[in-house]
C-alpha cells in the first residue's frame, strides 16, 4: 500500500480559507462515477444533491468524506477521520518494512508476536470470513498473486509445479491465534498476511466510527470508489444514491443503489486481465486451486462493516452464483447484487441476492432474478 508523502499537506490546504467557502458553495459535487443523477424511469431515481467533500490519497488510491451540508464543525473530524486513514496504512502496509503488519510477516515465524488489540481483532475477523467462505477469501494468497505476476510478465501460465508450491505456502489454517494473549504465530517461514481485501474497508469502519463518534450522522466515505461505508441519509433520501457500473460497457452506470449505514464493496473482473494462447485470464484467483475465476462479471456486496463487504466482494467471485445466493440466504444480514456473464447476445441478467427491490434502480435492459 504505497503512500502519497505530500497527501497530508496538500489536503489541508484544500481545506483552508476559500477554498472551503467554494466547496461549500459548489452544488452537485458527487462522488465521481458513483453518486449518480436522475434519469426518466417507471421510479424516480434517487439523485444527488450539495455535498461537502474532503479527499487525501492513501492505500494507492483516493479516499474521500462526502458531506451534506451544514456547519463548519463538521470540517475537523472529517479531516481527522482521513488521518486516521494515513495512520492504518502505516500500521497494514506490507510494502513497509517498519509496519506493524510487515514486522509480524517478519518474525511471527519464529516466534509467537504479540499484536496491537484492534489489528488483532482485522485478523480475526479475516480468519473469520475465511472460514465462511470456506476459502475463497484467503489473506494469505500472497504467493499465489506474485506467481501469477510473475507469469503474465513472462507471457505464461504457471506449471503444476509452480501451482503447488505456492499454494502450499497459502492458508489462514497455517497460522495460530492466542484470543487471550493476542498474538499471532505461524507455522513456517513462507506465511504471509496481506490486508489488501479487507483493509480498505477496515479503515473507512475506522473512519466513520470516529464521525459517529464526533455525533455526525450523515455521511459517505469511499476508499477507491469501489469500497464505500454510508451512514444516515442525503438530498431528501433515505440513503446515498451509489451507481454500479455496467461491466460490459464500463463508461455506462447499469444500475444504482440506495445504500444506509452499512458497507458497500464492488469488484469487476474485466479491469486486470492479460491474455495468454487465445485465452483471457483475469486477476481474481481462486485460492483453493490457484487459478483465475471467470463465473462472474461483477459483484457488489452490502453488509454491516466495509471490511465484511470488502472481504466477500472478492469471495463471492470465486464461490460464484449459487454458493454466493446459499451464503446470503445463511448469513442475511449479507445483500449482493451479481452479474453473470450473458448467455447469448448483450443482455446482462442480474442475480439479486436479497437487496429490497425499492432500493434497487436498473439502467440496462433485462429481467432481474431475484432470490
Known amino acids: 500500500m504505497p503512500s502519497d508523502s505530500s497527501a497530508d499537506g496538500s489536503r489541508r490546504d484544500f481545506l483552508t480559507g476559500k477554498a472551503i467557502r467554494k466547496q461549500i458553495e459548489q452544488t452537485g459535487d458527487v462522488l465521481a462515477d458513483e453518486i449518480t443523477a436522475a434519469e426518466n424511469q417507471s ?5 444527488s444533491g450539495d455535498t461537502i467533500r474532503l479527499a487525501t490519497r492513501a492505500m494507492a488510491c483516493d479516499f474521500g468524506v462526502l458531506l451534506n451540508p451544514g456547519p463548519s464543525s463538521q470540517i475537523t473530524p472529517a479531516s481527522d477521520a482521513l488521518d486516521l486513514v494515513h495512520q492504518l496504512e502505516a500500521q497494514m502496509s506490507v510494502y513497509r518494512d517498519d509496519s506493524e503488519l510487515s514486522q509480524l510477516n517478519q518474525r511471527a515465524a519464529e516466534s509467537e508476536v504479540e499484536v496491537e488489540p484492534r489489528l488483532f481483532e482485522l485478523l480475526l475477523e479475516a480468519k473469520r470470513l475465511a472460514d465462511a467462505t470456506t476459502g475463497c477469501f484467503d489473506p494469505t494468497s500472497g504467493p499465489l498473486v506474485s506467481l501469477w505476476r510473475k507469469c503474465r510478465d513472462q507471457n505464461r501460465i504457471p506449471t503444476p509445479e ?9 492458508g489462514i489454517d497455517k497460522i495460530t491465534f492466542d484470543g487471550e494473549r493476542k498474538t499471532v504465530r505461524y507455522q513456517n517461514r513462507h506465511i504471509e498476511l496481506n490486508l489488501g481485501g479487507i483493509g480498505k474497508g477496515y479503515a473507512l469502519d ?6 459517529k463518534e464526533s455525533e455526525i450522522e450523515s455521511w459517505l466515505i469511499h476508499g477507491g470508489h469501489s469500497s464505500l461505508l454510508a451512514s444516515g441519509s442525503h438530498h431528501g433520501q433515505e440513503g446515498w444514491p451509489v451507481g454500479i457500473r455496467n461491466p460490459l460497457f464500463p463508461k ?9 449505514d452499512c458497507g458497500f464493496s464492488t469488484s469487476g473482473s474485466g479491469v486486470q486481465y492479460f491474455r495468454h494462447g487465445g485465452k483471457r485470464y483475469g486477476h481474481i484467483l481462486d485460492p483453493r486451486d490457484g487459478w483465475p475465476v471467470d463465473n462472474l462479471l461483477s459483484v457488489t456486496v452490502l453488509a454491516p462493516t466495509a471490511a465484511e463487504a470488502d472481504a466477500l466482494s472478492t469471495a463471492f467471485f470465486v464461490l460464484g452464483v449459487e454458493k454466493t445466493k446459499e451464503y446470503c440466504d445463511n448469513n442475511p444480514h449479507v445483500r449482493a447484487l451479481l452479474i ?3 448467455h447469448g447476445g448483450r443482455t446482462l441478467e442480474p442475480v439479486n441476492c436479497g437487496i429490497p427491490d425499492e432500493s434497487v434502480w436498473y439502467s440496462e435492459a433485462g429481467t432481474p432474478s431475484k432470490t
Open 206 to 211: 475506522r473512519a466513520g466510527a470516529h464521525l
Open 43 to 47: 421510479r424516480e431515481l434517487p439523485s
Open 340 to 342: 453473470p456473464p450473458p
Open 252 to 260: 455506462e452506470r447499469f444500475a444504482t443503489i440506495l445504500i444506509r
Open 162 to 170: 509452480e501451482l503447488s508450491e505456492a499454494l502450499g505456502h497459502c
